[in-house]
């Protein structure tokens, strides 16, 4: 029996030009492997900068710092509808960034989501 499998992959650059401001780049990479019609496997890479990550009084305001991102995740589709389908996930994110915004959020913070997902 041949394994079917579905690939997408975005690459995406943006520039962010404020006036007033200091003129800003991010881009992405990500990717998704949909396989066996249940499974799929993504993952995502992100590197932007920011200037916005402190309010006005702060010490940081204003200054801009490089934030990039690695995410990977799974999604498990339990049921097959007509036209949709339902599946549950996992995904896990962990961040690098300047060690001076430690202070402010943490020694290489991890975010995770376990979500259900309704695909149309």
Known sequence: MLMQFQWQTTLAFGRNDPQPGTASTA?????AVMFADAHTIFGR???????????PGQPLYGQ???INSLSLGYIYDFAHLAHARVGVGGLVTVYRFASILD????????SYMVFLRLKL
């Open 27 to 31: 881009w992405l990479l990500e990717s």
């Open 45 to 55: 890479t992100e590197r932007v900068a920011k200037d916005e990550l402190f309010v």
């Open 64 to 66: 801009t710092f490089t």
């Open 103 to 110: 202070a402010a959020y943490g020694d290489g913070p991890i």
